[in-house]
């Protein structure tokens, strides 16, 4: 397991405590990084539906998931055998038997049937479908949304679990920069995907990496309006402007950045815009510390930018850490205007101002730590526009260490 | 775009259909796979709410997204742009506007408040909440559930599609023979994984792969009693077994395949269940024909098998083809006992007799296209158990090339 069973029962009773005073009596856990959170449980299973069952008034959470995967649930969490309750696989994908029917099932067998049962109304797992059977198989329970109730819990991170977003960002150096000094005319952009896929899994000699929640994004070009392209074949061409953003993964515990590259001299316009966001968050991460909500972050933002009339939409960020596809974000607070969450040490943000224009965008990020008098990022990683120079000797020789690169691979 | 406007406007005629046979005037789709099935949408977006207005009257369908995804819609639809609809940055992850509050919002405007509605109320992305906000925002629709309606469109391949699948075919082969050839005693489980991943997505000189719906399932020893574990840090040992579950992935398009590798001599039980389990898949293969239900498959394997004592639990298999995270399944038909669906040319199956037993498993998989008078695999690779020989000076050698290859990465 990757943390002691003393600190897993610390978030149980965390968990608990934010249960009580929302006056609920038993949590269904569907989301997967709650599951992991609370119990240890990791294996890509959640394509199923499984959940967790924590209690009031019981010391350890229940385990309800596909029997295949039961033996999943004994090896990595640290549950008793008898907390493990795997349903018959007629329930998979079935248009008669639903899991969550076997769910209601357990909770009347145990006693659960009539309580104030709170369930994950907006995570990903928790489909309408799930939510229509428990309510018809428990007609006497009293249901309350506990969307984000853990995820709340998790905003605070421990040390270890800062140890593990560290090792994160020692990943997501090195593919950003295998990433980086690959990027030339002519090569094909899965080949740099496949380059930086490596870099996260393979990682150091020390230690190798989880696999991450989001898919690294290097959209290129025009493609570069829009943040969530993944890759294809082209090749990416002279003149190109290259977004990476990607992430380290250890153990779930990701730690993102993003990072732009010109080949060749990038416009002039690109090069204005990368000066003013590198300005904006130079400045949000010498002002943001502990004591201050989220909002005010965005709010030195726009003073710094305020000058330039840029205009950024979204969100400025989000906090990071334990995830599972399809998203590295937490879901709680974010850097916006009107959210008055006080920032306090070990809590962590991806912070990401990019801006995306019509036909070309730019981002430049940071996942950071709130420390005792400021705040920390935790990857070592120029934040400059990276401009690759023109075709020149050096990058025929790149483009030849790549063919031999292919030859290894094939 | 991966397919001509003609397909997708085929597709879009084929899901009317099934709409007015089920009586919904409003489809909306919230599964990726489905988004891009009608549309080509294709982008990591998924982690945040977006849909699909499919109106049984109007000949394009609308897409609803977050609004730093609309250049994502303008560059990989075939939509008009007057039919991309983006909401505000202020719907994400908030718990004041829900983005079906939005979605309700537009449906209301253009005059669609009234209509029998389909929900597709078991997909992993239409959760709890999307469904109650709807629900109050469309006071007067009437909703029905559309679970899979596109999905059993999307049963039949075209010949497009089959190609796609043959291609991402020729990248399971790739990343399955690599992965085996770099397993021995003392790698580290991550290095193989990231090697795998190298492959899935490099590709080939002629085309580069997509990322995988589901990461590469590596479990190794003891962990070979479950199927879902991806990978460690851990080292493989002498003596171990270690399942390989992949995929190759072209286009969304998945071809997954299964194969299992023993450390050193195999156990004899190990050796006995893997002889049964090929017996069996070999038996399918041969008996699978356009005409029978998918049950007989099941029939076939279990006859064969009956001398053994052996039971799978599970079923045997299920369709595959496009897909996005967290599953390369198309949840429709499955390959067990009851299942009538009627085989026909065109359909593609993963077949999966793997066996998980308390401490050991074996898997062998084949991923197979029904054809006129039979089926065909996709992948041509040998089934049977590999048996990697002790250390020697080959694997010395092998050592070596891993730790160049470390060198070269590094």
């Known amino acids: 397991m990757a ?13 608990k405590e934010r249960m009580e005073s929302q006056g609920i009596e ?3 856990i569907t989301d997967p990084a709650n599951m992991n959170y609370l119990t240890g449980y990791d294996g890509w299973s959640f394509y199923v539906h499984q959940l967790l069952v924590v209690m009031i008034d019981e010391d350890e959470p229940i385990w309800i998931g596909r029997a295949m995967d039961a033996n999943c649930a004994k090896l990595t969490t640290w549950l008793y055998r008898d907390n493990i309750i795997p349903y018959p696989d007629g329930y998979v994908q079935s248009d008669t038997h639903h899991p ?8 009347a067998q145990i006693g659960q049937s009539n309580r104030s049962i709170g369930v994950e109304m907006d995570t990903y797992y928790f489909t309408a479908k799930c939510y229509e059977q428990l309510r018809k198989g428990l007609p006497n329970a009293g249901f309350r949304d506990a969307t984000l109730l853990v995820n709340w819990v998790r905003l605070i991170k421990s040390d270890q679990e800062i140890d593990y977003m560290r ?4 990943l997501v150096e090195k593919a950003m920069q295998e990433g980086m000094d690959m990027i030339q005319a002519g090569v094909r952009e899965c080949d740099v995907a496949a380059k930086i896929l490596h870099a996260q899994v393979a990682g150091t000699e020390q230690f190798g990496g989880d696999y991450p929640s989001i898919m690294p994004l290097i959209p290129a070009g025009m493609k570069t309006s829009t943040p969530h392209l993944t890759w294809s074949d082209d090749l990416f061409r002279q003149g190109d402007a290259v977004i990476l953003e990607l992430t380290g993964c ?10 732009t590259v010109s080949i060749g001299q990038p416009s002039e316009q690109l090069k204005a815009l990368s000066e003013i966001v590198q300005e904006g968050i130079n400045a949000c991460l010498e002002g943001i510390g502990p004591g201050m909500p989220c909002e005010a972050i965005e709010e030195i933002w726009l003073k710094t930018i305020a000058k330039s009339g840029i205009v950024k939409e979204s969100r400025l960020g989000y906090p990071v850490g334990l995830s599972y596809p399809p998203d590295w974000g937490e879901h709680t607070a974010s850097l916006r205007k009107g959210d008055k969450t006080i920032l306090q040490p070990n809590m962590t943000f991806h912070l990401i101002p990019g801006i995306w224009k019509d036909d070309f965008g730019f981002e430049v990020s940071e996942t950071f730590r709130v420390t005792e008098k400021g705040c920390e990022t935790l990857a070592d990683f120029p934040r400059e526009l990276v401009i690759k120079a023109e075709m020149t000797e050096n990058s025929t020789a790149a483009m030849k260490e790549l063919k031999q690169n292919r030859a290894y691979f094939s």
């Open 250 to 259: 250890y153990r779930r515990y990701h730690s993102p950045l993003a990072r």
């Open 26 to 28: 038993v949590l269904l």
């Open 3 to 15: 943390f002691a069973t003393a600190e897993y029962k610390e978030r149980m009773r965390k968990t």
């Open 167 to 170: 090792k994160a960002a020692r």
């Open 100 to 107: 969550m029917d076997f769910v209601s099932d357990i909770l």
